[in-house]
């Protein structure tokens, strides 16, 4: 018995210091009175600095989304920009607190790095870019062309395989950096260019002449990419994945920046819920009852945030495919808050 006693008396314990340690990084974000979010170092609607160093991205919406809900100010974030190489160890180290730098979610990362995927804020797949003046219009013409890729990726292994598949010759020019990447790809160092869909009409949107760029149709791969946290602190994984949650949930009700205080008087008790009208959904988190009213007001939905940043109206030209809401044949799925 006495025995007994210990053991509870030490799983008490080591309940206690686990319930410490799992709050800890809400409690160091609210003593610093910033979230750290790690960002590339400059891609093109999802996460970039202007000339005035006021950083802007479909991945930097969710940081201020996160900033939103714990500060009521989306403003309170910090931007550390990360090559491939050291993003995953500055997460590790704790020098952020939020990786959303066009990550991919893959196995081996979500088991093997003591890290936790929150969601997928983009569907994508790897695609290859060309000269319009090669006259190439297919990926399988591609054997043995110089192709400009960024080490340390998922980019590079899905690119092997794609070649190795297909019995095509592989040669690379490989480089740390992203911006190394697309200076060689610019500087005629290579034929090809090749990472995420998505990222190569980023770049793309900043050539001298856009339309001298062809993006070939093969998508290679499946790319889920989204934000990450370190494993071991529940509060923080649930406070990121349900701002995630709130921001496609804001956007499946049609509760925008614009409307999200008339949407205070509605009928509809999903959005009550959503708005914190109704219950006190964002207690068991930490937050305040408005915390998805906030992460609106200031930042706004998913769509909003989309369309803003990549969408068919900037100079990226993105349509929504994958990356519609479920109720209108696309992936994008909240989980209900209820």
């Known amino acids: 018995m006495q025995k007994m006693l210990v053991t509870f008396a030490a799983a008490a314990s080591l309940g206690l210091v686990a319930t410490a340690a799992q709050a800890a990084t809400l409690d160091d974000v609210k ?3 910033y979230v750290q979010c790690g960002v590339t170092g400059g891609v093109a609607g999802f996460s970039a600095p202007d000339a005035n160093n006021v950083w802007a991205g479909l991945e930097v919406d969710f940081c201020r989304a996160v900033a939103a809900a714990i500060f009521n100010d989306a403003g309170k974030v910090r931007y550390t920009p990360l090559t491939s190489q050291e993003r995953f160890a500055a997460l590790s180290a704790g020098e952020i607190d939020i990786l959303s730098r066009t990550t991919t979610w893959t196995m081996s990362r979500d088991t ?6 929150v969601g997928t804020m983009y569907y994508d797949g790897q695609a290859f ?13 591609l054997s043995g062309a110089a192709i400009c890729i960024e080490s340390g990726t998922t980019t590079e292994l899905n690119a092997a395989d794609y070649f190795a598949a297909n019995n095509l010759e592989f040669n690379t020019v490989v480089f740390v950096d992203q911006d190394e990447v697309v200076k060689a790809y610019e500087d005629g160092r290579c034929d090809v260019y090749t990472t995420d869909g998505s990222a190569l009409a980023s770049e793309r949107s900043r050539f001298a002449v856009p339309g001298d760029h062809v993006i070939l149709p093969e998508i290679i791969s499946k790319e889920p990419l989204g934000p990450v946290v370190r494993q071991g602190d529940d509060q923080w994984f649930k406070i990121n994945r349900w701002v995630y949650f709130a921001l496609l949930e804001a956007e499946e009700l049609g509760v925008t920046s614009a409307n999200v205080d008339e949407m205070l008087g509605s009928d509809n008790p999903a959005i009550k819920r959503l708005l914190g009208v109704e219950g006190d959904f964002g207690v068991p988190l930490g937050l305040t009852k408005d915390w998805a009213y906030q992460i609106i007001k200031l930042v706004g939905n998913y769509g909003e945030s989309f369309e803003r940043n990549v969408g068919t109206a900037t100079d990226i030209g993105l349509e929504r495919g994958l990356n519609a809401l479920w ?3 696309g992936l994008q799925y909240a989980a209900p808050i209820r």
Do not use: H, Q
């Open 112 to 117: 093997d790095l003591g890290i936790s995927f």
């Open 31 to 33: 003593a610093k009175d």
């Open 327 to 329: 109720t209108n044949g």
């Open 129 to 141: 870019m060309v000269r319009e003046a090669d006259g190439i219009t297919s990926a399988l013409d």
